[in-house]
C-alpha cells in the first residue's frame, strides 16, 4: 500500500466549475498535509498546508482534512484555464521533516 | 529574495559516468532536501541536511548516490557510475528550520537524462 494515493486524473472541468481532488495516506501519525502544484515542466509550489481536522479556506482554494477517516481534499472554486496543472498531495509525520508524496492528479480546465 | 536555485538545468551523461548536481538553496534557510521525480510520479525523498550534516540519507537508493553541504548553504549530490534507471529530474527544496510544518520552497529542478 502506498503511503500516499491520488487518483491520477486526468480530472478535466470546464471554466468557472470546482474542481475536486482527493487523497487518503496509510500513516496514523501523519501530521501535515500539505498540496502542491506542478506545472508541466516546473517545480513543484505550494498552494496549501493544513494541520487539523476540518477546513481550510484560501481564496478560490479549500483544504479540508479528515484524520479519522484518513483522507484530505483540495477543492478549487471557480477554476480557470491557469488552474491546469498537476496537484500533488504530501504528507509528513509528526517531528520528521521528509514528505510523502502522491503520484497526483491532473487537473485540465476547458475554457 | 531569490528562491531555490539548481544546476545545470539539464544534464545528459552516458551510463557509467560521474555526474554532480548543485542546490543553493534560500539564503538563511537551515534545512535543505534532495528528491528525485520520475515522470508521471511525485517526488521521492532522497536525503535531508540540517546545517552541513545530513541527518537522514534513508531515501538514497545505494551507495552511488552521495551528497555533500560542506558549509551548511550549497549542496551537491553526486551520482557514481550512472545508470540508465537514474534518469529522472532532481528537485532542491529547502525549509527555514526543518520542522514537520515547515514550507519547502522548491527549486527548479535538473533534468538527469542517462543514454
Known amino acids: 500500500q502506498k503511503e500516499v494515493e491520488q487518483n491520477s486524473g486526468p480530472l478535466s472541468v470546464p471554466e468557472g466549475a470546482i474542481a475536486s481532488l482527493n487523497c487518503t495516506y496509510s500513516d496514523r501519525g501523519s501530521q501535515s498535509f500539505f498540496w502542491y502544484r506542478q506545472y508541466s515542466g516546473k517545480s513543484p509550489e505550494l498552494i496549501m498546508s493544513?494541520?487539523?481536522?476540518g477546513d481550510k479556506e484560501d481564496g478560490r482554494f479549500t483544504a479540508q482534512l479528515n484524520k479519522a477517516s484518513q483522507y484530505v481534499s483540495l477543492l478549487i472554486r471557480d477554476s480557470q484555464p491557469s488552474d491546469s496543472a498537476t496537484y500533488l498531495c504530501a504528507v509528513n509525520k509528526k517531528n520528521d521533516y521528509k514528505l510523502s508524496f502522491g503520484a497526483g492528479t491532473t487537473v485540465t480546465v476547458r475554457a | 529574495g531569490a528562491g531555490v536555485s539548481q544546476t545545470p538545468s539539464n544534464k545528459v551523461t552516458e551510463k557509467g559516468k560521474y555526474v554532480e548536481l548543485r542546490c543553493d538553496p534560500i539564503?538563511?534557510?537551515?534545512?535543505l532536501y534532495w528528491y528525485r521525480q520520475s515522470l508521471g510520479q511525485g517526488p521521492e525523498f532522497l536525503i535531508y541536511?540540517?546545517?552541513?550534516?545530513?541527518?537522514?540519507d534513508s531515501g538514497l537508493p545505494n551507495d552511488r548516490f552521495f551528497a555533500v553541504r560542506p558549509e551548511g548553504s550549497v549542496s551537491t549530490l553526486k551520482i557514481q557510475r550512472t545508470e540508465r534507471g537514474d534518469s529522472a529530474v532532481y528537485l532542491c527544496a529547502s525549509s527555514s528550520r526543518g520542522g514537520s510544518t515547515d514550507t519547502q520552497y522548491f527549486g527548479p529542478g535538473t533534468r538527469l537524462t542517462v543514454l
Open positions: 539564503s538563511g534557510h537551515t534545512a
Open positions: 493544513i494541520y487539523s481536522n
Open positions: 541536511f540540517q546545517g552541513t550534516g545530513a541527518a537522514d
